[in-house]
C-alpha cells in the first residue's frame, strides 16, 4: 500500500461508552440518522469489504477494512463513486480511534491522503465531518439529531474537475 | 486560507442545537464556562478594547490579552496571551476568533486560534485542549451536564 499522510484530523469528546460509539459507527441503524440518511456495510474483519450507501441504493463510497480492533480503532480506505466527477480522487483512508477520555469517551477522525492532495480538495471533508461528527455526538447523548444542510464546498467541485 | 510557513493555527467546528444568544452567553458568562472550561472565569466587560483576563480557579491569570473585535451574538475576537507558562508567554500575542452562525435548529460554531509564527507550541497546546473544552460546551447546551472532566482544573497544572 502506499504511504497514506493525515491530513484532516477532528476530535470529538462524546459523554457515551466505547462500545456504544463503535456501535454508531458500524451499524446503518445510526448512520442514517447522523450521516445524511447513508447505510453502511462493513464486513467484520480485517479486509472485508465497506461500503456507504445512498438510500436508493446508490454507492457513495467504497473500500475495504484495512483496521479492526472493537471497540479502539477502524480503519477503512474510503474511494468516492457517486456522485460521478468525484471518482477521480484517489482513495484516502479514514481512522476512527476511540479511547476512555475520564466518564467520557475521545473519538479522533483522521483522514489520511497518498498523493499531495490540494487544500480545495481537502476542505470537503474538513466542512462535512465536523457535522458528521457533531451529530454523531447530539445522537448518542440526547437521542436527537438535528438537520444540517450540506452541499460539497464549490472550491471542491471546481478543483476536482481539473484532476 | 492559512499559510503555514509564516503562521501557526488551529480550527475547530462543532455544531450546536442552541440559539446564538444562549450561546454567546455560555462563551462569556461564569456560571456556563466553569462547567466546561476547567472552572475557570474570565474578567472582562466585553468592549473592543477592554483588557481580558482568564481566570484559574486558584486566583492565578491563566491567559490575557483585550478585546479586538465584539459583534454579539456573532463575532467575538480576542488577543491572548499566555500567562502561566513561561514559555508560552514568551512566544506573544495570539489571536482568537468565535464565530457564531445559525444554521437551521443549529448554531456553526468556528473557534480559531492563530499565531503570527509557524511551529508554536502555544498552538500546539491548545490544539490539544480546545476540542475538550468545546465538546463540552456542546453537551452543556444540549443536554444541561457538560463532560466530568472540563468541570475542574487539572491537577498540577
Redesign the interface.
Known amino acids: 500500500m502506499p504511504d497514506f499522510k493525515p491530513r484532516t484530523v477532528y ?5 457515551s461508552t466505547p462500545e456504544k460509539v463503535w456501535q454508531a459507527l458500524t451499524s446503518s441503524e445510526f448512520t442514517r440518522k447522523y450521516f445524511w440518511d447513508r447505510d453502511i456495510e462493513i464486513e467484520p474483519k480485517l479486509g472485508g469489504a465497506f461500503a456507504l450507501k445512498l438510500p436508493d441504493g446508490k454507492v457513495n463510497v467504497n473500500g475495504k477494512v484495512i483496521g479492526w480492533d472493537p471497540p479502539r480503532k477502524l480503519s477503512v480506505t474510503w474511494k468516492v463513486e457517486w456522485p460521478e466527477d468525484f471518482r477521480k480522487l484517489p482513495e484516502c483512508v479514514v481512522t476512527y480511534e476511540i479511547a476512555k ?4 469517551v ?1 473519538l479522533t477522525m483522521t483522514e489520511s491522503h497518498s498523493w499531495n492532495v490540494p ?1 480545495a480538495i481537502l476542505s470537503g471533508g474538513r ?1 462535512g465531518w ?2 458528521i461528527l ?2 454523531l ?2 445522537l448518542l ?2 437521542g ?1 439529531v ?4 450540506m452541499e460539497p464546498p464549490r472550491e471542491m467541485i471546481e478543483a476536482i474537475k481539473k484532476l | ?1 492559512t499559510d503555514a510557513a509564516k503562521n501557526s493555527s488551529f480550527v ?6 442552541t440559539t446564538p444568544e444562549k450561546l454567546w452567553q455560555a462563551l462569556i458568562e461564569p456560571e456556563f464556562t466553569r462547567q466546561f472550561w476547567a472552572a475557570t472565569t474570565q474578567d472582562c466587560d466585553w468592549k473592543v478594547g477592554s483588557s481580558w483576563k482568564l481566570m484559574i480557579p486558584d486566583g492565578r491569570v491563566g491567559d490575557a490579552g483585550e478585546v479586538l473585535e465584539i459583534d454579539p451574538p456573532r463575532r467575538l475576537v480576542l488577543s491572548w496571551r499566555n500567562e502561566f507558562k513561561p514559555e508560552l508567554k514568551a512566544e506573544g500575542f495570539s489571536r482568537l476568533t468565535y464565530l457564531l452562525e445559525p ?4 448554531v456553526k460554531l468556528t473557534v480559531t486560534h492563530e499565531m503570527p509564527h509557524p511551529g508554536s507550541e502555544f498552538i500546539e497546546k491548545v490544539s490539544g485542549g480546545w ?2 473544552i468545546l ?2 460546551l ?2 452543556l447546551l ?2 444541561g ?1 457538560s ?3 472540563t468541570r475542574r482544573w487539572p491537577e498540577g497544572v
Open positions: 476530535v470529538t469528546y462524546i459523554a477520555a475520564g466518564e467520557a475521545r487544500e466542512m465536523p457535522a457533531s451529530s455526538k447530539s447523548e440526547t436527537h438535528p438537520a444540517i444542510q | 486560507m475547530y467546528v462543532t455544531y450546536i442545537r444554521q437551521g435548529e443549529m476540542p475538550i465538546s463540552s456542546k453537551s444540549e443536554t451536564e463532560l466530568e472532566a
